[in-house]
């Protein structure tokens, strides 16, 4: 653990508030979609995120009841109504024309081109009075000044989640990236150990050319794996998307793994291995256990970057029902819904909840695995 | 596959070339029986549960799951349990036996990494050298006219700078507000909390990332009130609002501040966890001997964890050599603000041109030379 | 890798297809406005019974359930399953699963460029000369839909291979009745006189156009559909064939003169809301809610047929949002030309479900069923009107019949570095600042770059 600073309570201080700041800037981003995905849709699209808590002023239109609904009283025809039609809000203006939408102040009286009256009073009740029986037609405009007060609603949530075959997606998705998580940290685990820990010839020529494969972009081997892919008869199936996402993120986790793995101390291995405990042994019963922290921090990038991923999904699975998985799902949604924030901000972060829960979760591990002290520089 | 063929050059106190292929030779033959036994483990438990389970998706989706897990440890189990028999660790050859074994050994641990690597990454790369100096659909020989076309291509070199800049920016200011964030979060009471915040942006997708920021960068004309936050700050200030993405050159910070904020979380957790790993002893000395905290994290805690900041430099910049996500779904290289990723991914699927794709994917790829050797020379040093 | 193929079985028998009887929208037999003799003579003519025919587009949600409301026709006659998938980013998928042999048996392509592209690769199946023949007699203007589809083999031959079925018309404005009737402005005839409306309502204060041109990675597509609208208006049919050709340079002085018509609309503060700055960031499904926002933030809207589905929840087409043709010039005689797309259908994978399925498309049912519904428009002759569901679709439909001069999205017949790439960033740095000049040159330079 880290020296305490209590001995300098300004310079706790200073640290306190920097990390205060820190986190600001890193949460605000996120926070804002937070706060965006669950306000009224017609509240997000004209006032920021930051402003939800206040009342909002908006400008509406509405439609009044067709003329022939008019019923005569006191030798007028009258029409009333609502322009909330079933919400709430304060009226401060209201107008005729869509150019001047609170040209008459609430409880004025404006006239029609058809000859009508219309007042519209506070809380959104408004009435026309015809002298005469008025034409049959469409309802009039009425545009209105609004304050709203700030809306909330789980609406834009529900919208998303109950679309259809999201929760078959998230089954797909979840069949793709376990295996894909635990198979690479396998695999990874025992090269790592043999690179670290081995002797043989050729080693560092094979540690060097897995570093340079880290940078192969992944998009140039798209076509030639699928070809072969088709040529073997995998096609899209699951397995093949496994062993892409294994491969594709081998070289990250030998290279991490390695360097961790020899940066433990040579002195327990050394005396493992007087002892006649042959590297099999070893590796399962001290490297792996000590190793405990690099696979956790593994398991949650590599986790982290399947779950996330889109490309090597698109391409190694089918776009059909049976394979479609989570980003596929809400890349849907975006491309069909692409003007809507509403529906953006809440699909992005039912995107990100499962990866945040899974982080959360191994975060214990990883923070145990850290306190054991057995972590070295690389 | 292709790798182990070529390595045969001898190093220290290893057996010679003969002994090598040997090695290699038994190597294969317990890998393929390795595998083929994984592979029957996996079949008898598939049928005996299939048997006994009903047919639903989920249960199917789990079984397979798990038959792909077991597959890898029955590969491993078994291939360990046959070399052993093969070369028994006792009776009268104790010795022989564990050193022949011991050459063998390190194959088989690294067989299906190199075969995995082999077909996933090496393959792709010499087919893309092979494509390189072909035209457009692989067929015609073309020589290096790819590569001259390169050369003298405006959106190529507009790539070339912005993708420099990335390198520059990008792995320095995560590594440095990674460092900055580990060392304070370190110091108080609610660092875990603090730190999980700050990670927070990992675990959020790309697709998911770009919705963020455009609503951050999000433009609306002046006078109408703004709900991105950046134009907000900027109008409250009496600034005019801007459309940030659509600046030429500087739109390429707005996309690196998006990796940045990605990539800071990864930083810490590494680097935390080496700063944790420095022994107490020599911070107590430093303290005794009267040094303020600020000389104790510069002079003491980041010397020595370098090693742990060069993975982390390395691995950010190999990152942003393949960045394409954030700058497809922003801009998609327009505005200038290109990069070889994207540019790339732009000639193979709305070119069709693979020729030239190739070419640019190896030219990411020969930016990252200079890593590379380093990392040679760093593993080099650690082996001796 | 003996693993992964057992275990790669396994998984795709775990794949196991779900078919179901899908409920038809309509029943066979009932309604006069269909032509059910074509279905019950394609029923009678086809049995597939057991066999899979896997379609894959570009169609998403609503679009999807419409498409597969009509193979659902097609499975019901023919007892074949149809699966279709749609992706969003289908330009990409089709080719790598084409280059990579899992290819589809039908592609349907928003680009015929792009299907162009593919067949010059051989990855494409022929459809036949009869095919053709059929298309040239029972499609209005049939010769030019021909055209549509056909392109050079990788023999180098002239083939037709993809049918075009659905079609859009693009030379539309969009706009609000009832605020031009607050306004007191009257639908203008001719380009003329949009101009003058355009300056009146800045004479009165107001911004006449919304124009966005966001689309995420495809940024800037809708400002070649104005180009090219604005190609039709100033110049014969033929300089336009010639430019989407590139036999004339992409910077030929006509080219840039209508690149600057679009200019004097885009690149004018006073004319766009936001100002011409905003144009390229504001999303173009995000432009045409200027229409409806009180006080209007804009009039009018240059769109193509399926923008209604960005429109606000409940606007009543026709009603409280209507369209006019964008009027060409009265004084240049170039009639009334206008700009259209249209999806085309390709083989990817020879079978003969697919074979039978592209005769399906020639029935006239195929096409009644979906103008019954919403978002379709068809050339096909043999169709009775009567079907389009609503007026507006009607009159989209005469608007596409009545036109002098019928050219197709000239960006979605060049090639896809150009059409789908150079034009579009082109076209961003033309309402940025760029002189057309130059944005037209460095356009060429792509073009000459892949020749």
């Known amino acids: 653990m880290s020296t305490p600073v209590g001995s300098r309570p300004a310079l706790a201080w200073v640290v306190n508030i920097s990390v ?102 506070t809380d959104g009740d408004y009435t026309i009075a015809y002298s005469e029986k008025p034409e049959p037609g469409r309802g009039q405009r009425i545009f209105v000044s609004t304050v709203e007060p700030p809306k909330f609603t789980t609406e834009n949530y529900e919208n998303v989640l109950f679309s259809e075959g999201l929760g078959k997606s998230f089954i797909n998705t979840m069949t793709v990236t376990i295996p894909a998580t635990v198979i690479p940290i396998l695999i990874a685990a025992y090269a790592a150990y043999a690179l670290a820990w081995m002797e043989f010839p050729g080693r560092a020529l094979l540690l060097a050319a897995i570093v340079g494969l880290l940078v192969v972009p992944l998009q140039m081997s798209l076509i030639p794996l699928l070809r072969l892919y088709n040529t073997v008869g995998i096609g899209k199936s699951f397995i093949g998307i496994w062993l892409a996402h294994t491969g594709f993120g081998l070289p990250l986790a030998i290279y991490l793994l390695r360097n961790y793995m020899a940066g433990l101390p040579r002195e327990i291995i050394e005396s493992a291995r007087v002892d006649g405990a042959s590297d099999f042994e070893i590796f399962r019963k001290i490297i792996l256990p000590l190793s405990f922290p690099a696979l956790a921090s593994f398991a949650i990038f590599q986790f982290l970057w399947v779950w996330n991923d889109l490309l090597v999904a698109t391409v190694f699975l089918g776009n059909n029902e049976e394979q479609l998985v989570l980003t596929g799902r809400l890349r849907e949604l975006l491309g069909s819904r692409g003007g809507n924030w509403e529906i953006l901000t809440a699909s992005a972060f039912v995107a990100i909840v499962v990866p945040i829960l899974v982080f959360f979760a191994l975060q214990r591990y990883l923070v145990r695995g850290l306190l054991a002290g057995s972590v070295k520089g690389g | 596959m292709a790798i182990s063929s070529t390595e045969t050059g001898p190093s220290d106190g290893s057996p010679g070339l003969g002994a090598f292929f040997r090695n290699l030779v038994i190597a294969l033959g317990i890998m393929a029986a390795g595998i ?159 730190k999980s915040l700050i990670f927070m942006p990992m675990a959020i997708s790309f697709v998911g990332a770009s919705v963020i920021w455009k609503f951050i960068y999000d433009y609306r004309a002046e006078g109408s009130e703004q709900i991105g936050i950046l134009n907000a700050v900027v109008t409250f200030f009496g600034g005019e609002p801007q459309a940030w993405i659509t600046l030429p050159f500087w739109n390429n ?110 030219v990411i790829m020969a930016m990252v030379t200079p890593i590379m050797i380093w990392n040679i020379r760093e593993a080099r040093k650690d082996m001796k | 890798m003996k693993t992964s193929m057992i275990v790669g079985a396994l998984a795709l028998a775990l794949a196991g297809t779900t078919a179901h009887a899908a409920d038809l929208k309509f029943t066979p037999g009932e309604d006069a406005r269909f032509n059910w003799k074509s279905y019950e003579d394609f029923q009678a003519e086809y049995d597939f019974s057991g066999q899979e025919l896997n379609i894959f587009g570009p169609w998403l949600s609503a679009d999807k359930d419409l498409f597969e409301s009509i193979t659902a026709f097609f499975e019901e006659a023919t007892g074949a399953t149809v699966n279709y998938s749609g992706s969003d980013s289908f330009e990409q998928q089709i080719v790598i699963d084409t280059q990579a042999g899992s290819a589809p048996n039908i592609a349907i392509f928003p680009q015929p460029g792009l299907a162009a592209d593919l067949a010059s690769k051989g990855l494409l199946v022929p459809l036949g000369n009869d095919t053709a023949e059929w298309m040239k007699d029972n499609y209005a203007a049939g010769q030019s839909w021909v055209d549509l589809g056909t392109y050079k083999g990788n023999d180098g031959t002239d083939a037709f291979f993809a049918f075009p079925y659905k079609a859009d018309v693009k030379s539309l404005v969009w706009y609000i009745p009832e605020n031009f009737e607050d306004a007191g402005y009257e639908v203008p005839q001719t380009m003329e006189e949009l101009k003058a409306l355009s300056e009146q309502i800045v004479a009165d204060g107001e911004t006449p156009w919304c124009i966005g041109l966001g689309s995420g990675g495809a940024t800037g597509w809708p400002a070649t559909d104005w180009v090219e609208d604005m190609m039709l208006r100033t110049q014969p049919p033929e300089v336009y064939d010639q430019w989407v050709r590139n036999e004339i340079p992409f910077n030929d002085e006509r080219v840039i003169a209508a690149i600057e018509e679009f200019g004097a609309f885009a690149r004018n503060d006073d004319y766009v809301d936001g100002g011409a700055g905003a144009v390229a960031s504001t999303d173009f499904r995000d432009s045409p809610k200027g229409l409806f926002a009180v006080p209007p933030k804009c009039y009018m809207h240059r769109q193509a047929s399926f923008i209604p589905s960005f429109f606000p929840e409940g606007t009543e087409l026709g009603r409280d949002a209507d369209f006019f043709y964008l009027p060409a010039y009265a004084e240049k005689d170039l009639g009334t030309p206008l700009l259209g797309a249209g999806t085309v259908f390709a083989i990817t994978k020879d079978s003969e479900v697919a074979r039978a399925f592209i005769e399906f498309l020639k029935t006239p049912i195929a096409h009644e069923l979906w103008m019954a519904q919403s978002g379709f428009l068809t050339p096909h002759k043999g169709v009775n009107a009567d079907a389009y569901s609503n007026d507006a679709l009607r009159k989209q439909g005469e608007i596409l019949t009545s036109a002098t001069t019928f050219r197709f999205d000239g960006s979605d017949l060049m090639p896809g570095k150009i059409g789908a790439g150079a034009f579009w960033t082109g076209m961003i740095d033309y309402v940025g600042g760029k002189s057309a000049e130059d944005v037209a040159s460095d356009i060429q330079k792509e073009w000459d770059a892949i020749k």
């Open chain 1, 20 to 121: 205060i700041l820190l986190v600001a800037l890193w949460t605000l981003p996120t926070l804002g979609i937070l706060v965006s995905s669950l306000r009224d849709k017609d509240q997000l699209a004209v006032s920021g995120w930051w402003t939800a808590l206040t009342s909002s002023e908006r400008n509406l239109v509405a439609r009044s009841a067709p003329p022939e609904e008019a019923r005569l009283q006191e030798g007028r025809y009258v029409l009333t109504g609502n322009v909330f039609e079933g919400n709430s809000g304060e009226v401060t203006g209201f107008g005729i024309s869509s150019r001047e939408p609170s040209a008459f102040a609430v409880g004025e009286n404006a006239e029609l081109r058809d000859g009508g009256m219309l007042t519209v009073d």
């Open chain 2, 36 to 194: 083929v036994f994984a592979v029957l483990c996996a079949v008898a438990v598939f049928s005996a549960l299939n048997t006994v389970l009903p047919d639903i998706k989920l249960v199917q989706a789990v079984l397979v799951m798990v038959l792909g897990v077991a597959a890898c440890f029955g590969y491993f189990w078994g291939s360990n349990r046959l070399l052993d028999m093969i070369y028994p660790p006792r009776g009268h050859r104790v010795a022989e036996n564990i050193n022949a074994a011991n050459g063998i050994r390190p194959w088989l641990f690294l067989g299906p990494a190199v075969i995995i690597l082999g077909i996933y990454l090496v393959y792709p790369v010499v087919n893309s050298i092979v494509l390189s100096f072909y035209g457009p659909s692989g067929e015609h020989w073309v020589g290096g006219a790819n590569y001259a076309w390169l050369a003298k291509d405006a959106a190529f070199r507009e790539s070339m700078r912005n993708n420099l800049l990335w390198l520059v920016v990008v792995p320095a200011a995560a590594t440095f507000f990674g460092l900055i964030a580990a060392a304070l979060t370190d110091r108080i009471s609610w660092g875990n909390v603090a």
């Open chain 2, 253 to 362: 910070f707005f996309l690196m501040v998006i990796l940045i904020w990605i990539q800071t979380g990864f930083a810490m957790v590494i680097l935390s966890a080496a700063l944790r790993g420095i022994p107490e002893e020599t911070i107590e000395a430093a303290v005794i001997d009267g040094a303020s905290p600020f000389q104790i994290f510069y002079k003491i805690k980041v010397p020595q964890i370098w090693g742990t900041i060069a993975v982390v430099w390395t691995t950010i910049t190999i990152l942003v050599l393949k960045v394409f996500d954030i700058v497809l779904a922003m801009t998609n290289g327009q505005w200038g603000s290109q990069v070889l990723a994207n540019y790339m991914f732009d000639w193979m699927f709305r070119g069709l041109d693979f020729g030239r794709a190739s070419t640019i994917a190896l």
